[in-house]
Nanobody, 123 residues
Framework: QVRLEESGGGSVQTGGSLRLSCAHF????????MAWFRQVQGKELEFVSH????????YYSDSVKGRFTISRDDARSTIYLQMDSLKPEDSAVYYC????????????????WGQGTQVTVSS
């Protein structure tokens, strides 16, 4: 059974940076597509970023493109989300998600989820 553990959330001011980490346990990490989602309480889950099993590309929502960077370290079975130029609207609980590599759309079919980490950006 795959288990995901996020870390790195916290509180920053507008324009600041944070780096989220997500450690992957219990499976062959190199066979998993990975992604970040976020959710504001009372609102729908929002796709943030995706990196496929082979790390040969990255994808971002329009709201974070140019400010966030997703990466993966296969040796550590970990993905990262570097978040720069943070805005108050980036405040949310951020979730790491995993799926076996797939040709399905990058926002779908994630089977495994972390517990979430809170990011708060103050103005």
């Amino acid at each position: 059974q795959v288990r995901l553990e996020e870390s790195g959330g916290g509180s920053v001011q507008t324009g600041g940076s944070l780096r989220l980490s997500c450690a992957h346990f219990g499976g062959a990490f190199r066979t998993y597509d990975m992604a970040w989602f976020r959710q504001v309480q009372g609102k729908e889950l929002e796709f943030v970023s995706h990196i496929p099993y082979n790390g040969d590309s990255t994808y971002y929502s329009d709201s974070v493109k140019g400010r966030f960077t997703i990466s993966r370290d296969d040796a550590r079975s970990t993905i990262y989300l570097q978040m720069d130029s943070l805005k108050p609207e980036d405040s949310a609980v951020y979730y790491c998600a995993a799926r076996l590599w797939s040709i399905r759309p990058i926002t779908e079919n994630y089977k495994f989820w972390g517990q979430g980490t809170q990011v708060t950006v103050s103005s």
